[in-house]
């Protein structure tokens, strides 16, 4: 099966600028979950998606929204970009159930400027 | 709160040496715990979690409850066990601690 794959892989962008990201998860697996990789803060949870709704949220400012299709890929988006949100943004799958490992993608690295 | 602790930002060791990851975690229920690693250039990847008590890579990790800690453990390491380490608790999401890199030295 092919891995979780995440575009595009660079991003750099401006303060004030909107960007979104996209994820595609293995074949079968119906949970996308985003998380914000950063050195000081290691992998901050974003939210979760399940079959086209998000079942869980994270601490994150409402710039940063979400959406999962019918096919179970997945888009960010980040809205008014700051400084402090570059990072390396990591999308993550697994089938369905909470408790199952998370399988992750090589993640988009955003760079705010 | 549900959290996770790795109070060790650097571990460094010799080939050969015993390693020991240490992992606290903060939860009032059940926990599900998991090992996750990265080497380098490559992506995030599970290493092992405490349901299937395996032993990976020659890696272990116990859940202690009474001390919430699900510390990683290697009798010797192995130079390409260099890597980023992250300890998850797994609730009705993943939450991870801040890692801990491994550098073993020849």
């Known amino acids: 099966k092919a891995g979780v794959t995440q575009t595009p892989r660079y991003l750099i962008k401006t303060r004030g600028q909107q960007v979104t990201l996209s994820c595609s998860p293995i074949?079968?697996?119906?949970?996308v979950s985003w998380y914000q990789q950063t050195p000081g803060q290691g992998l901050q949870f974003l939210f979760e998606?399940?079959?086209?709704?998000?079942?869980n949220k994270g601490n994150f400012p409402g710039r940063f929204s979400g959406r999962q299709f019918s096919n179970s890929r997945s888009e960010m988006n980040v809205s008014t970009l700051e400084l402090g949100d570059s990072a390396l943004y990591l999308c993550?799958?697994?089938?369905?159930?909470?408790?199952?490992?998370?399988?992750f993608g090589n993640g988009t690295r955003l760079t705010v400027t | 709160a549900q959290r996770v602790t790795q109070p060790e930002k650097l571990l460094s060791v010799f080939k050969g040496a015993p390693v020991e990851l240490k992992c606290n975690y903060s939860?009032?229920?059940?926990?599900?715990l998991f090992w996750y690693v990265q080497y380098s250039r490559q992506r995030l990847q599970l290493l092992l979690r405490?349901?299937s008590r395996e032993s990976i890579k020659g890696f272990t990790a116990d859940l202690n409850k009474g001390e919430t800690s699900f510390h990683l453990k290697k009798p010797f390491a192995q130079e390409e066990d260099s890597a980023m380490y992250y300890c998850?608790?797994?609730?009705?999401?993943?939450?991870f601690g801040t890692g801990t890199r491994l550098q073993v030295f020849p």
């Open positions: 939860y009032s229920g059940s926990p599900e």
């Open positions: 405490h349901i």
């Open positions: 998850a608790l797994g609730t009705d999401k993943l939450i």
């Open positions: 993550a799958s697994r089938p369905s159930s909470y408790n199952s490992p998370l399988h």
């Open positions: 074949s079968g697996h119906r949970s």
């Open positions: 998606y399940f079959s086209e709704t998000q079942r």
